[in-house]
């Protein structure tokens, strides 16, 4: 599935709920979470995404030019903001949930640069495939916290990124998920993987994440 997006786009019939102002980079963020109870948890501004924003802002990393996709988007806050640094972005997540990534992007991004991005679902570990392999980043603000979705997460990143990608992924390390496994084991398997950023206050860790590469070239 594929959205595109129009510049009269509407959706009346959605109800958006604590809409909210962000700053960074210099950029203006509006972003809304959906009443609509069925997307969960992508409804909400989750404070490991707002961390991941905050490095960026504090590193001072551009996009322009770059190719930059966003898994388990939720509100999109990522993507938005890579877009507006200059990226070609495509975001995403379960087909449920586009519609707010929608209202979002229209919200904050000026009709002049939303063809620098793309809406698109994505199941992990299913139609990965369908997306290319030369994405420059790739971001995940708190999408590591389901261990039955660990090897599909695993298998997604294998297939996005190349040895030149840069991923990022940031997650508060809650206990109950195995979130350490899977950054110190699991995820080792495959990637480098170290830690850029930590939020001590609120047990965030930022990651900075490549591809495995063995002495013969090859990514694992």
């Known amino acids: 599935m ?3 997006l129009q510049n009269n786009y509407a959706d009346s019939e959605i109800e958006y709920i604590l809409e909210r102002s962000y700053e960074f980079c210099g950029q203006h963020l ?10 969960g948890t992508s409804g909400f501004i989750w404070e490991a995404g707002l961390a991941l924003c ?22 999109g806050i990522l ?7 200059g990226g070609n972005v495509t975001i995403t997540d379960q087909p449920n949930v586009l519609k707010q990534i929608e209202h979002n992007v229209v919200a904050s991004i000026s ?18 495939i369908q997306f290319p ?19 599909l997460l695993i298998k997604t990143l294998q297939h996005l990124s190349s040895e030149r990608t840069i991923i990022y992924l940031s997650s508060k390390m ?9 950054y110190e084991d699991i995820l080792p398997e495959h990637f480098n993987c170290q830690i850029v950023d930590r939020n001590e206050e609120n047990d965030i860790n930022v990651y900075k994440v490549t ?4 002495a013969l070239g090859i990514s694992c």
């Open 2 to 4: 594929e959205t595109k």
């Open 30 to 39: 509006w972003i809304s979470q959906s009443s609509n109870a069925q997307i």
């Open 54 to 75: 905050e490095y960026i802002e504090k590193q001072r990393i551009m996009f322009n030019g770059m190719k930059v996709i966003e898994l388990g988007a939720g509100t």
């Open 79 to 85: 993507g938005i903001l890579a877009v507006l640094l």
């Open 111 to 128: 009709p002049s640069c939303r063809d620098r991005v793309n809406i698109r679902a994505l199941s992990w570990g299913h139609d990965h």
């Open 133 to 151: 392999r030369d994405y420059d980043f790739i971001f995940g603000g708190e999408i590591v916290y389901f261990p039955k979705t660990y090897p």
């Open 174 to 182: 809650w206990q109950d998920f195995q979130i350490n496994k899977f």
């Open 211 to 214: 591809k495995k590469v063995h």
